[in-house]
Nanobody, 126 residues
Framework: QVQLVESGGGLVQAGDSLRLSCAAS????????MAWFRQAPGKEREVVAA????????YYADSVKGRFTISRDNVKNTVYLQMNSLKPEDTAVYYCAAEPGLVGRLPQDAAGYDYWGQGTQVTVSS
């Protein structure tokens, strides 16, 4: 049974920082590409950041470049999203996603990932 459990969301003010965590189980994390998506009310789910199984390839949405950092710990089976300089437009439910055995370019669409966490709410006030 594959499980992805997000944590670390909360309510913060603009300019603050948060670190999201996603603990994975039931899969071979070492060979699994991971990603963070977010979905705001009334909007489509969009990719925020992704990281390859080796950690040598990373993708960031233009809206978060320079502010967010994705990383992974293959011993703890955990992927992180460090979010700095948060803006109100970052408010969304953030989802962790996994694609076991991925080779090649990191998918930037939700359809490219087979497993999903339950989401964690991030709210950024002005």
């Amino acid at each position: 049974q594959v499980q992805l459990v997000e944590s670390g969301g909360g309510l913060v003010q603009a300019g603050d920082s948060l670190r999201l965590s996603c603990a994975a189980s039931g899969l071979t994390f070492r060979t699994t590409a991971m990603a963070w998506f977010r979905q705001a009310p009334g909007k489509e789910r969009e990719v925020v950041a992704a990281i390859s199984w080796s950690g040598d390839s990373r993708y960031y949405a233009d809206s978060v470049k320079g502010r967010f950092t994705i990383s992974r710990d293959n011993v703890k089976n955990t992927v992180y999203l460090q979010m700095n300089s948060l803006k109100p437009e970052d408010t969304a439910v953030y989802y962790c996603a996994a694609e076991p055995g991925l080779v090649g370019r990191l998918p930037q669409d939700a359809a490219g990932y087979d497993y999903w966490g339950q989401g964690t709410q991030v709210t950024v006030s002005s």
